[in-house]
């Protein structure tokens, strides 16, 4: 038996946190304007400006969260020119993203406001390239602070008395580059000053979370947590997926075996990067009150032709959904320590689940992948036993696992199993098996998520080309079930 999956129904972890499953939305190409808002005067079905279709898309995958206003976009973001009339909104270039003019009529209220209909938390990262220490805490204050005094007039004067509650708040972004390109040293030391000032207002504390190191670097993770540990909340971490480095990015629905198989081994690499952050973290705080949180992830393509460069516009493909897959199950896998993720990005940028043009909206297979994995959110993590082969292709030396599985109860009981199937040639005949389960699983059913082309995806003229569809399985026969997932496949069982 080449494959086998044993769920520990009485090894218990940790509570799969449900912010592992937010996103991001930055002032970059589409994302905002016209993915999120478009105004109450369109004729875009809107609610007070934001898109209906795409709000009630989020609902239903829950969103837990959303980070704003970036990304690079942050650290040159000053949070005053996007509040009062929006014919007095200071306008500026968007210098690191295409250039445009950037007219600040999605700002403070409209993203805080956005939070509450979704019902999710904001999380905002602050202005330290570019910004100063001043600037940072009187928009704390502003958003927080239920009181008289200058902040809160002078938003009751923009049309909000009440305050907002700000849980997360992060102090720069990227500082190891387009945030200033400081060395760790330097940053950990502005991080101590400004930190100081992202002041709680009242009941509500805010998470405070460091501007952490990109992908392998961990020398700043060693230096932010020698520094600071005791002043911070969390730790961000930022991999992006590519199918051959940075510098090799071809599109995202052109691409074969070799492609397949590039793009989802560095999906792996993401789980090596947990693991060895949290070796360093684990050194300074071993009892694991400092999150880490992977603020940007997913996969990174070349723009469709004839988009703007700097607007980062892709499409999204069976393997981005793989790759979503493999991604998720690693977060779940160490939620003793990673407590927030942020897909880059929520609407019409990188590995988005939700593509806009004009009125019309498709929910990529990526989007699907969330709502297949949505049961996870607030779930305790169950460890699981996995046997696998190793799928590989051409010459590559070290292969990657053709599985990869998580698993999570629910306070009602039921357990969720999502597995991937990352072999393009082989199916793969998985038994399922719940041991030390209270009481015996006698009812299954299961979503899937495949095709027979790997580059297969939703577009505007085919919205349902890739959709997630009801996967048959026989009941539990004393506590086993068997699948037979076909190749490049993404399942869910949910088992009770």
């Known amino acids: 038996m080449d494959h086998a999956i044993i769920v520990y129904a009485q090894q218990k972890g940790s509570v799969i946190e449900r912010d592992i499953y937010g996103h991001f939305s930055e002032h970059l190409g589409r994302c905002i304007y016209g993915g999120i808002w478009v105004g109450p005067d369109s004729p875009i079905p809107n609610i007070k400006g934001y898109r209906k279709d795409v709000v009630e898309a989020l609902k239903k995958i829950r969103i837990p969260n959303l980070r704003w206003p970036g990304g690079c976009f942050a650290d040159e973001y000053h949070w005053k020119d996007g509040i009062g009339p929006k014919e007095e909104r200071k306008r500026m270039v968007n210098t690191h993203w295409g250039g445009v003019v950037e007219d600040n009529s999605f700002g403070t209220h409209e993203f805080m406001d956005l939070c509450e209909l979704l019902d ?27 009181g008289d005094s200058p902040m809160a007039r002078l938003r009751a004067k923009n049309g909000r008395e009440k305050p907002w509650k700000l849980p997360y708040f992060c ?27 992202v002041r709680n207002y009242g009941k509500d504390k805010i998470y405070k979370i460091a501007g952490g190191p990109s992908v392998a670097d961990y020398h700043w993770t060693e230096v932010l947590m020698r520094e600071a540990t005791r002043m911070m909340d969390g730790l961000s971490l930022h991999h992006y997926t590519f ?4 510098n090799g990015k071809k599109p995202a629905t052109v691409f074969d075996e070799t492609g397949w198989f590039s793009t989802l081994k560095s999906a792996y690499y993401m789980d090596e990067l947990l693991v060895n952050h ?16 992977v603020d940007e992830w997913g996969c990174w393509h070349d723009v469709e032709p004839g988009t703007n460069p700097g607007f980062l516009y892709q499409q999204n493909t069976l393997r981005d959904a793989l790759v979503a897959g493999i991604t998720l199950n690693c977060f779940n896998n160490r939620a003793d320590r990673v407590k927030m993720a942020n897909l880059a990005q929520l609407a019409n940028v990188l590995q988005s689940p939700i593509l806009t043009e004009g009125p019309d909206m498709v929910l990529t297979p990526t989007y699907h992948v969330l709502d297949m994995y949505k049961n996870h959110q607030g779930a305790t993590h169950l460890a699981t036993g996995l046997a696998t082969p190793e799928y590989r292709h051409g010459t590559e030396a070290k292969g990657i696992p053709a599985l990869s599985v998580s698993a999570s109860r629910a306070a009602s009981g039921e357990i969720t199993v999502t597995i991937t199937n990352a072999d393009p040639n082989r199916p793969a005949t998985v038994p399922v098996s719940v ?50 997932m076909p190749p490049m496949s993404v399942v869910t069982v949910t088992l009770s």
């Open 278 to 293: 949290s070796k360093i973290m684990d050194k300074y705080d071993p009892e694991k009150k400092v999150g880490l949180i």
């Open 435 to 484: 041991a030390g389960a209270e009481t015996p699983v006698t009812k299954a059913r299961a979503e899937i998520l495949t095709s027979d082309r790997m580059n297969a995806f939703n577009d505007f003229q085919n919205p349902n080309a890739l959709t997630a569809k009801p996967f048959a399985v026989a009941a539990p026969k004393n506590g086993v079930i068997e699948l037979d």
């Open 243 to 246: 199918e051959n480095g940075w």
């Open 120 to 146: 999710c938390k904001a999380y905002i990262n602050g202005n330290v390239g570019s910004g100063t220490v001043q600037e940072m805490q009187e928009w704390v204050e502003y958003i927080t602070f239920d």
């Open 171 to 197: 102090v720069g972004n990227e500082n190891w580059g387009c945030g200033g390109n400081m060395t760790a040293e330097h940053y950990a030391n502005l991080y101590r000053n400004f930190q100081t000032y």
